[in-house]
T-cell receptor, first 111, second 113 residues
Framework: EDQVTQSPEALRLQEGESSSLNCSYTVSGLRGLFWYRQDPGKGPEFLFTLYSAGEEKEKERLKATLTKKESFLHITAPKPEDSATYLCAVQALGGSYIPTFGRGTSLIVHP | DTAVSQTPKYLVTQMGNDKSIKCEQNLGHDTMYWYKQDSKKFLKIMFSYNNKELIINETVPNRFSPKSPDKAHLNLHINSLELGDSAVYFC????????????FGPGTRLLVL
């Protein structure tokens, strides 16, 4: 069974204090790993897709990296507007395209 | 312009009632989804439709019946609502069945009393 574990559950940072969120996964074969951002009371918003170990993607202050067992979402010099829950999901190789989501990391950035 | 819209935004109802949630996407996507997010924020896929055809049905009780009248719409009807159905239901769409990039609606907050 595919599993996704995100850590920490919650993270509080000061504005400008860089950090990383972790997404560990267990899947028979990885088709893709996805990062989403979810603001309170809203639907998830797509950030990145990673397909193979060693791949990296960047968007503004966010950088996602992938290894064979985990993915990191690095946040450089965060701002209060980066406060949100960050969700990780994986899709396994095979016939179906069912995504398995982690429970998310709730990030609060204090000014 | 709203890409994926859902109605209603809030739904409060009694146990045993039947209710429907509507979803529309104006992105021209082929694939649409229904997800359930529980009180602990765990997001789980329920159904997926590709070109109006059901392709994913994740062991959801028969009380839940999705209907896709056309590619742009995917509705969710729930019969005999139970307390455990209380959750936030999200509709989403993607360009292809593989679903690499999904666009989510704002969610429908269902509370069963």
């Amino acid at each position: 069974e595919d599993q996704v574990t995100q850590s920490p559950e919650a993270l509080r940072l000061q504005e400008g204090e860089s950090s990383s969120l972790n997404c560990s996964y267990t899947v028979s074969g990885l088709r893709g790993l996805f990062w989403y951002r979810q603001d309170p009371g809203k639907g998830p918003e797509f950030l990145f897709t990673l397909y193979s170990a060693g791949e990296e993607k960047e968007k503004e202050r966010l950088k996602a990296t992938l290894t064979k067992k985990e993915s990191f979402l690095h946040i450089t010099a965060p701002k209060p507007e980066d406060s949100a829950t960050y969700l990780c999901a994986v899709q396994a190789l095979g016939g179906s395209y069912i995504p398995t989501f982690g429970r998310g990391t709730s990030l609060i950035v204090h000014p | 312009d709203t890409a994926v819209s859902q109605t209603p935004k809030y739904l409060v109802t009694q146990m045993g009632n039947d209710k429907s949630i509507k979803c529309e996407q104006n992105l021209g996507h082929d694939t649409m989804y229904w997800y359930k997010q529980d009180s602990k924020k765990f997001l789980k896929i329920m159904f997926s439709y590709n070109n109006k055809e059901l392709i994913i049905n994740e062991t959801v009780p028969n009380r839940f019946s999705p209907k896709s009248p056309d590619k742009a719409h995917l509705n969710l009807h729930i019969n005999s609502l139970e307390l455990g159905d209380s959750a936030v239901y999200f509709c989403a769409s993607s360009q292809r069945e593989s679903g690499e990039t999904q666009y989510f609606g704002p969610g429908t907050r269902l509370l069963v009393l």
